[in-house]
Nanobody, 122 residues
Framework: QVQLVESGGGLVQAGGSLRLSCAASGGSFGRSAIGWFRQAPGKEREFVATISATGSLTFYADSVKGRFTISRDNAKNTCYLQMNNLKPEDTAIYYC???????????????WGQGTQVTVSS
């Protein structure tokens, strides 16, 4: 049973930065792709970024490309999402999840964290 715990969310002004962390335990983190997703109030969950097990492949939503960077440290069983130049429309609960491959479709991800709130003020 894989457990994922997100952290690093908070309140930040537009243009600011945050780094989210996703700490994993209980599974084969180094053999799993990690995806970040977000859900804003009243909206459907949407894909943000994903990284392959080795870190060699990354994919981003167009809305965050060039501003967000996904990375991972398999020695620490942790995945990161560096978010720069944040915008009010980035406000959402951010979730990390595991899958065998790095894809955008959230329905294929099996284990999920509880989420961390990111709020960007204008």
């Amino acid at each position: 049973q894989v457990q994922l715990v997100e952290s690093g969310g908070g309140l930040v002004q537009a243009g600011g930065s945050l780094r989210l962390s996703c700490a994993a335990s209980g599974g084969s983190f180094g053999r799993s792709a990690i995806g970040w997703f977000r859900q804003a109030p009243g909206k459907e969950r949407e894909f943000v970024a994903t990284i392959s097990a080795t870190g060699s492949l990354t994919f981003y939503a167009d809305s965050v490309k060039g501003r967000f960077t996904i990375s991972r440290d398999n020695a620490k069983n942790t995945c990161y999402l560096q978010m720069n130049n944040l915008k009010p429309e980035d406000t959402a609960i951010y979730y990390c999840a595991t899958n065998q491959v790095a894809i955008r479709d959230s329905s294929h991800y099996d284990y999920w964290g509880q989420g961390t709130q990111v709020t960007v003020s204008s």
